[in-house]
């Protein structure tokens, strides 16, 4: 027979995403609504890990009662209530020991945590890497149900996820207003996206604010195309061009861009622009500079379809655990919400197809991905 439940917590683990605050009041209010009582976990695990350094922060111990009136006037903010990190993996938790750093796998303290604040169930919100410790959770016995979350949209099994959207958005919005003073300096101007190793966020944004070259993680690049379409359009008299390159590019036998790695981290990526901008200088002749946006698409307050995305994901996860379902994640599968077995979403990361159609839209228009030389002018866009 299906346990009753009486208490369960939110968690959101990872990078922030526009979007998260959406989850957060739908699941609170459908738990609610449910009769059941809400926590959340401050800091991914670590409000439960580490109670001690939570204590006088407004948090008991590393948890917050999610009332309903903790959650009012919170779709439209950025950013969670609950805080995040991407340090702090429960099942490979960096500590000290005898002065040399390891790591531990913490899972066994944890689940004694859950117990202890007398939690039946766990919502865990977050991108590949928190779908990883939520099935490792699940595995161990914890009920718990995953919502994607990612601005890179590169979780498998889902269409998209929250924070994608919202990261096109602004990005594009910012592409935009580069094309003003590139075209007033005729310059060449770089722009420098977040994705990790997929390139969807530099596809999409760089086709929705008409850019002349995207460079994406999964097609390799040389520089001669791309100088030669920038060569083509200033005959044509345009002299100024914009490229939008992916973190995660990177040149046909080249390496990936990375800026260093922390401790219980993944590598930080990054540096791969203004790699790009000196190189297309020195080919063209004609000034570059170069604009990364990092860390500006995970902020500001989520696109409408980003909050919609998170209160659907928010409302089907309380869902999903009354009917008994356990070790699944939401998913988007238009028109519905579908849940799949948390460990099929782990399994692989979700990059751009190469015969996608909109990679073959923005070929169609001459958009430049650095593999093949120019074979018509791309002067009208
Ligand atoms: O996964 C989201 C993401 O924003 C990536 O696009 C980026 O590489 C990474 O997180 C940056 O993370 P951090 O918060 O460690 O700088």
């Not at 948090?59 to 009012?72: A, K, N, P, Q, W």
């Not at 498998?156 to 919202?166: A, I, L, N, P, Q």
């Not at 790695?261 to 930080?268: L, M, T």
């Not at 540096?271 to 500006?296: N, S, Y």
């Amino acid at each position: 027979m299906m346990e009753g439940i009486e208490r369960i917590a939110l968690s959101t683990g990872g990078g922030d995403a526009p979007g998260l605050n959406a989850v957060i009041h739908a699941a609170t209010l459908a738990a609610r609504n449910r009769g059941w009582e809400v926590v959340g976990i401050r800091d991914g695990f670590n409000g439960l890990l580490s109670p001690d350094d939570y204590r006088g922060d407004g948090s008991e111990g590393g948890l917050i009662e999610l009332t309903r009136d903790r959650v009012r006037g919170i779709i439209h903010q950025g950013g969670t209530i609950l805080g995040t990190t991407n340090r702090g993996n429960p099942t490979a938790y960096p500590v000290q020991q005898g002065g040399a750093w390891t790591e531990v796998d913490r899972t066994p303290e944890l689940l004694g945590r859950f117990k202890e604040h007398r939690i039946d169930a766990l919502i865990t919100v977050g991108g590949d890497g928190t779908m990883a410790i939520g099935h490792h959770l699940h595995e161990a016995g914890l009920r718990l149900v995953g919502v994607p979350k990612t601005i890179d949209n590169d979780l498998d099994k889902t269409t998209t996820t929250f924070g994608f959207d919202s990261a096109v958005d602004f990005a594009s919005q910012c592409i935009d207003r580069l094309f003003t003073t590139a075209t007033s300096h005729g310059r060449i101007i770089v722009v420098e996206v977040m994705g990790r190793y997929a390139g969807w966020i530099a596809l999409n944004a760089g086709m929705a604010s008409g850019v002349h070259a995207i460079l994406i993680p999964e097609i390799p690049f040389s520089l001669e195309p791309v100088a030669a379409l920038i060569a083509d359009r200033e005959r044509h008299g345009a002299k100024f061009s914009i490229v939008c390159v992916a973190e995660g590019a990177r040149p046909a036998g080249g390496e990936v861009s990375i800026l260093g790695k922390s401790r219980g981290q993944a590598e930080r990526l990054g540096g791969i622009g203004t790699k790009v901008a000196a190189e297309l200088q020195r080919m063209t002749g004609r000034e570059a500079r170069t604009v990364v946006l990092g860390h500006l698409l995970r902020g500001g307050s989520p696109t409408s379809f980003d909050r919609l995305l998170g209160l659907r994901f928010g409302a089907a996860a309380v869902r999903a655990l009354e009917e008994g379902q356990r070790g699944v994640m939401v998913a988007l599968n238009p028109p519905t919400v579908d849940y799949v077995p948390i460990a099929e979403a782990t399994r692989r990361q979700k990059r751009v197809p190469l015969d996608c159609d909109s990679l073959l839209t923005a070929r169609d228009m001459g958009i430049n991905f650095g593999d093949e030389m120019p074979t018509y002018s791309t002067i009208g866009v």
